[in-house]
Nanobody, 122 residues
Framework: QVQMVESGGGLVQAGGSLRLSCAAS????????MGWFRQAPEKEREFVAA????????YYADSVKGRFTISRDNAKNSVYLEMNNLKPEDTAVYYC???????????????WGQGTQVTVSS
């Protein structure tokens, strides 16, 4: 059974930082692109960042570019999201996901974690 488990969410003040982790089990994703999405209340799930299978290429939504960094460790079957200078509008449930190649829409991703809540207070 494939599982993807996010961790590292929490409550932080504006300007603070958090590091999200996503650990996968049940199959290896070393040949898959990995992505982070987020969903705020009453909003659609939106793309945050993605990374190619080998970690060479990374992609970011304009709203997080320069503040967030995606990385991965294929030996640990894990992907990370370093979030700095957090803003109240970053408040959402954050999900990791996997797909054969980098994509920007949630419908393209086959595997999903259960999500971790990030709340940024002003």
């Amino acid at each position: 059974q494939v599982q993807m488990v996010e961790s590292g969410g929490g409550l932080v003040q504006a300007g603070g930082s958090l590091r999200l982790s996503c650990a996968a089990s049940g199959r290896t994703f070393s040949n898959s692109a990995m992505g982070w999405f987020r969903q705020a209340p009453e909003k659609e799930r939106e793309f945050v960042a993605a990374i190619s299978w080998n970690g060479v290429s990374t992609y970011y939504a304009d709203s997080v570019k320069g503040r967030f960094t995606i990385s991965r460790d294929n030996a640990k079957n894990s992907v990370y999201l370093e979030m700095n200078n957090l803003k109240p509008e970053d408040t959402a449930v954050y999900y990791c996901a996997a797909h054969a190649r980098v994509a920007y829409t949630s419908n393209d991703y086959e595997y999903w974690g259960q999500g971790t809540q990030v709340t940024v207070s002003s």
